[in-house]
């Protein structure tokens, strides 16, 4: 090769150095080198913008102090939410029957709307703050209280009074804007992967604490359909088939304690509401281990029997709890 | 070979044939990308064999390494022009490049005068302009928004050819095949003012090979003594690289004109002679001008994905093909050649102009009122050079009992547009062309008395969204004139999750 070269140039006497030779060749033989290397390293991978990976993901944990225990409902009425929490839970074994030393406690509110507390669309903030305290008595490391909102997030945790009884009562206030989420499987018919506030799957202890509200396609929506507010995503695909969806949501979260807000009652107009003719002022207060029975004591509220709702008979089927709330109470 | 003396009959005889080789590459390879698209938009040539001219260019390669990180099917052959380049020059603009080819001729028939010719070649400091295009496409490929088919000399006159000059007589034109004509014409015009005006000055690939080529140890040399200084190598020269001067082996063709043009036997190309000093001339490029292009390029970026629809708002009648990657990915990978929209039997594809954002522009989408997304063809995933339209089952997205794996949209109806909705007039064209089964278009049949008093049956179409995969072809027959009374929009497509339709149990994956 270099011999021929060397008879190709116009002065034949001298002839070509390796040491010259080699610094002619050796910058394009380094790129060639280095796009070799780089075809290798890179033909038909997979490419960098990949869909998320949804295979190998967790359901969400159960979060029931007794899984096996048969559910149990108290109801207290008549002297304001936060003295009704108290005596309802009081019937159960108070909190410290559910919350120990040094767990993370999550409270997830109905918190969906831009809308003023005596509008009844969000629970109440009293009520909110006074389990919050109940918590941190008993000895909580931290009470977060968290939730997905329809309307701007900011604006609804404080119109609705939560964000500021919340705060006062010494726990974090966290919104889909401010929390994180984890990709879990819901694993349901309808419900597949979705993403869950983080705050929600990191607590050792749920407590979910739903308004009694009218619902224009539920009817009535109490507990299980407010865990729509745990998930974020495209949420607005899940009326396609709610009654489902809502029992399939029942089965994937499953709280320590479910507190049913009955303090103000929106009778109608729901699930936003907004005028103060569509409220009912029944100062009631329930407390359960059972988010079927809470379902069907809030309905009853609305004067809604547990047959009309075909959500509670998937849930009945799916074994999630029991319809017939009067037979699991015990008296406060 | 044999041994040519200076000055003598062989070596003499092989200069002046190496112009005729050259001719008889630059003609093969022009024919090659005429007869390979011939043969992709008459569906003679199947799979990736179609596209190879696409592969071999190195900006294909590059550009989807930066922008995906991945180098798809063929396009490794870029990377081995790109190898070869640092031995010989950049031979493939002097001697492959089809677009080069015709810039060539234009402005052999109609260029400069000879005599004008030894001033239009002079090297310009403006020529590296083109290395600043493409550091702009680099940097912005390496942020994940590949734009470099935009100016790529390949994709260019592939895409003028697929979006331009093929629908003058297939498939009615498009708006975005008169900008690419445009673009080519331009080019071509210009060059007859100044040979190879878009190599020398704009041509992104002419800059990526030319930063390769100043590592080759072939090159034009000069012998200092015999050279009388004529210019007689700048007539034909067609990189304005200089052979007279300090020769700049970045701008150089290796189109190897100069070699004959000499009447002094003083050129050669080839290796340095032992001793011989190789200077290689620094680009024209300044560090501050090449940074401030970068930086100034990446701040431009996100501002070019959120302008239109893009990936922020996805657009309804944004229709990407079938296989189509999820938006980011296949804007990392499409390099707008058009492959897919002259390979498309019914003519659907357009190349885009306003629909999927200024990122979009010249991609593929599909305009259901031109043709339809036939349901047995996988064409446009067959002959994507990159990979950003997935090669699919032919079964994929046929909907043969039940739905199908893969849809592109889901299609409405406008009642208030429909006949038997809106007008009590019979028709069924929808619910007949309905190719999937069940039909995903169902007839409810009702009676009602017309204005006139006539009874009258009529059938009215509606839509099982479960069973649509967004085919197009209700749309494409509806007699119902410029906008049809059924549209496909894109939601429903089965490559972005969250464009969904409807509540599905694993809606993401």
Redesign the interface.
């Known amino acids: 090769m270099a011999d021929?070269?060397?008879?190709?140039?116009?002065?034949p006497d001298?002839?070509?150095?390796r040491r010259?030779l080699l610094t002619?060749?050796v910058?394009?033989l380094a790129?060639?080198v280095l796009?070799?290397g780089?075809?290798l390293a890179?033909?038909?991978?997979?490419?960098?913008?990949?869909?998320?990976d949804?295979?190998a993901i967790a359901v969400p944990p159960d979060w029931r102090v007794d899984p096996s225990a048969s559910g149990r409902l108290a109801t207290a009425g008549g002297q304001g939410p936060e003295a009704n929490l108290r005596r309802a839970l009081a019937a159960l074994g108070g909190i410290e029957a559910f919350v120990r030393a040094g767990e993370r406690v999550a409270i997830k509110p109905n918190c969906g709307w831009d809308r003023a507390p005596e509008q009844a669309a969000n629970t109440n903030p009293e009520l909110i703050a006074e389990l919050v305290r109940l918590c941190l008595a008993a000895g909580a490391a931290k009470v977060t209280v968290v939730d997905s909102t329809c309307h701007d997030p900011e604006r609804t945790f404080n119109r609705s009074g939560i964000a500021a009884a919340a705060r006062a009562a010494g726990a974090d206030v966290l919104h889909q804007g401010t929390a994180g989420t984890v990709l879990l499987d819901l694993d349901?018919?309808?419900?597949?992967?979705w993403e869950v506030l983080q705050p929600i799957v990191e607590a050792d202890r749920l407590i979910n604490v739903p308004i009694v509200k009218h619902h224009s396609l539920a009817r009535a929506t109490v507990a299980m359909k407010n865990w729509i507010g745990a998930v974020v995503g495209?949420r607005n695909?899940?009326h396609?088939?709610l009654p489902q969806?809502t029992a399939e949501l029942g089965a994937a979260f499953r709280p320590t304690l479910t507190v049913v807000d009955a303090t103000r009652v929106m009778v109608d107009g729901g699930p936003t509401g907004g005028s103060l003719d569509l409220v009912r002022a029944l100062d009631q207060v329930a407390v359960t281990t059972d988010q079927v029975a809470a379902d069907a004591w809030g309905a009853s509220l609305l004067g809604v029997a547990p047959r009309e709702l075909p959500h509670l008979q998937i849930a009945a089927r799916l074994g999630l709890g029991n319809v017939d709330w009067s037979s699991l109470r015990v008296e406060a | 070979m044999a041994q040519p003396k200076p000055g003598g009959g062989g070596w003499k005889r092989w200069r002046v044939r190496t112009r005729h080789w050259r001719v008889l590459s630059q003609s093969l390879f022009l024919l090659a990308f005429v007869a390979l698209f011939w043969g992709l938009a008459s569906t003679l040539f199947h799979g990736k064999l179609a596209s190879i001219l696409l592969a071999l260019d190195p900006l294909t390669a590059v550009g989807t390494a930066l922008a995906e990180w991945t180098i798809p099917h063929w396009a490794w052959l870029g990377l081995a022009v790109l190898a070869l380049t640092a031995v010989l020059g950049r031979f493939f603009c002097g001697w492959l490049c089809p677009l080069g080819t015709l810039q060539h001729l234009v402005s052999s028939l109609g260029g400069p005068s000879r005599r004008a010719r030894v001033e239009a070649n002079r090297y310009r400091p403006w020529f590296a302009l083109k290395y600043l295009v493409l550091t702009v496409l680099l940097t912005w490929a390496a942020l994940g928004s590949e734009h470099l088919g935009w100016l790529d000399p390949i994709p260019l006159l592939h895409r003028a050819f697929a979006a331009g000059i093929r629908p003058l007589w297939h498939g009615g034109l498009m708006p975005a095949g008169w900008v690419s004509c445009g673009l080519l014409a331009a080019i071509l015009l210009l060059s007859a003012w100044m040979p190879r005006f878009y190599c020398r000055a704009l041509c992104p690939l002419g800059a990526l090979l030319g930063l390769f080529a100043r590592l080759a140890p072939l090159r034009i040399r000069r012998d200092d003594d015999s050279c009388t200084g004529c210019k007689l190598c700048l007539m034909p020269c067609q990189g304005a690289d200089e052979p007279l001067g300090e020769h700049r082996v970045s701008e150089c063709h290796v189109c190897l004109n100069c070699l004959a043009g000499c009447g002094e036997d003083s050129l050669r190309y080839g290796l340095a002679a032992p001793g011989q000093a190789v200077t290689t001339p620094a680009l024209d490029v300044g560090r501050r001008r090449f940074l401030l292009s970068v930086v100034a390029t990446a701040a431009i970026a996100p501002v070019l994905r959120v302008s239109g629809s893009g990936l922020a708002a996805r657009s309804y009648d944004a229709i990407r093909p079938p296989g189509a990657l999820a938006e980011d990915a296949f804007l990392a990978r499409c390099i707008t050649c058009g492959a897919c929209v002259a390979s498309c039997p019914p003519g659907a594809i357009v190349s885009d102009i306003g629909r999927s954002g200024v990122e979009g522009l010249f991609t593929p989408v599909l305009v259901m009122r031109r043709g339809w997304c036939e349901p047995s063809c996988t064409r446009c995933g067959e002959v994507c050079p990159t990979g950003a339209i997935t090669t699919l089952d032919p079964k994929a997205k046929q909907a043969i009992g039940g739905p199908a794996e893969v849809t592109i949209g889901t299609a409405f109806l406008d009642r208030g547009r429909c006949l038997p909705w809106a007008m009590d007039t019979p028709c069924i064209v929808c619910e007949e062309m309905c190719p999937t089964s069940p039909k995903a278009i169902w007839l409810d049949r009702v009676e009602t008395t017309r204005k006139d008093g006539a009874k009258v049956v009529l059938q009215r179409p509606c839509i099982r969204p479960e069973l649509c995969t967004g085919c197009g072809l209700c749309e494409n027959r509806c007699p119902v004139g410029e906008q049809a009374a059924i549209r496909v929009s894109s939601v429903g497509e089965t490559r972005d999750p969250a464009n969904a339709l409807l509540q599905r149990r694993n809606a993401r994956v």
Do not use: F, I, Y
């Open positions: 021929r070269n060397v008879t190709t140039e116009p002065d001298r002839t070509l150095g010259e002619k060749w910058p394009p790129a060639g796009l070799g780089a075809g890179l033909h038909g991978r997979e490419g960098r913008h990949r869909p998320p949804t295979r349901g018919s309808e419900l597949g992967p495209r695909s899940m396609q088939r969806v």
